[in-house]
């Protein structure tokens, strides 16, 4: 399985981005896709994600309200719009696929990582 992502790059605070992430190859479980991020010197941390059943969307208390997974996306696709991002969203940002059973917020229930793509916001 691969992951591509794009849409990452540099932008002020405040300004927005749009993520994008596809994922190719045979994955015999995916119950959803996501997001982590690991900023320099900090532990990878739980973005956002979406169930394929029923659509529910999760989020990480430090960007919910701004970061949003739209649920119009295409098979086996993932985005994630950004808006009003702050300095302190500046990391590379992981593309998940869920494959395991398990909660959201944790790294242990997805199988599959994209390479990264950096976000960097300006002051």
């Known amino acids: 399985v691969q992951l591509q992502a794009s849409g990452g790059g540099m932008v002020q605070a405040g300004g927005s981005l749009r993520l994008s992430c596809a994922a190719s190859g045979r994955t015999y479980s995916n119950y959803g896709m996501g997001w982590f991020r690991q900023a320099p010197g900090k532990e990878r941390e739980f973005v956002a994600a979406?169930?394929?059943?029923?659509?529910?969307?999760f989020y990480g208390d430090s960007v919910k309200g701004r970061f949003t997974i739209p649920n119009n996306n295409a098979e086996n696709t993932v985005y994630l719009q950004m808006n009003s991002l702050k300095p302190e969203d500046t990391a590379v940002y992981y593309c998940?696929?869920?494959?395991?059973?398990?909660?959201?917020?944790?790294?242990?229930?997805?199988?599959?990582w994209g390479r990264g793509t950096q976000v960097t916001v300006s002051s």
């Open positions: 998940v696929v869920k494959a395991y059973l398990g909660s959201y917020y944790s790294d242990n229930s997805y199988r599959y």
């Open positions: 979406i169930s394929w059943t029923g659509g529910n969307t």
